[in-house]
C-alpha cells in the first residue's frame, strides 16, 4: 500500500472554487484514483473517479458539471477542482487509489486511503 497525502481544503463562500491534491510518493497512478467526502453522521459518499491510462471519468449527479477530477502522472498527483461550491458540499474530503477492474463509484472498490483533507462552505 502507498501512502496518498491530500491537500488544498480551507473555507470558501457559496458560489466559490476550491481545488484539492492529492499527491503519492511512487507510480501509484496506473490504476484508478477516487475522490470521495463524509460529512459528520454521515457514510463516505462517492465524489468523482478516473482511470489515468485513458482518462475515462465518473461523477455523482451532485458534483457533476461543477466538479473536475484530472491528474498529472509525471507529478504523481491527482487534482479535484470545486467550483460553484454550495454548502452542501462541506465535507472530509478523501482521495484513494485501486484496482482498474473493481468498482469506480463505491468505496469498496479502493484499497489506498489518504487522510482526508477539511472543505467548509459557508453562505
Known amino acids: 500500500q502507498v501512502r496518498l497525502v491530500e491537500s488544498g481544503g480551507g473555507v470558501a463562500q457559496a458560489g466559490g472554487s476550491l481545488r484539492l491534491s492529492c499527491a503519492a510518493p511512487?507510480?501509484?497512478?496506473?490504476?484508478?484514483i477516487g475522490w470521495f467526502r463524509q460529512a459528520p453522521g454521515k457514510e463516505r459518499e462517492f465524489v468523482a473517479s478516473?482511470?489515468?491510462?485513458?482518462?475515462?471519468?465518473f461523477y455523482s449527479d451532485s458534483t457533476k458539471g461543477r466538479f473536475t477530477i484530472s491528474t498529472d502522472n509525471a507529478k504523481n498527483t491527482a487534482y479535484l477542482q470545486m467550483n460553484d461550491l454550495k454548502p452542501e458540499d462541506t465535507a472530509v474530503y478523501y482521495c484513494?487509489?485501486?484496482?482498474?477492474?473493481?468498482?469506480?463509484?463505491?468505496?469498496?472498490?479502493?484499497?489506498?486511503w489518504g487522510q482526508g483533507t477539511q472543505v467548509t462552505v459557508i453562505s
Open positions: 478516473i482511470n489515468p491510462s485513458d482518462s475515462t471519468t
Open positions: 484513494a487509489t485501486g484496482p482498474y477492474y473493481t468498482y469506480y463509484t463505491s468505496p469498496t472498490g479502493y484499497t489506498n
Open positions: 511512487g507510480p501509484t497512478f496506473e490504476n484508478k
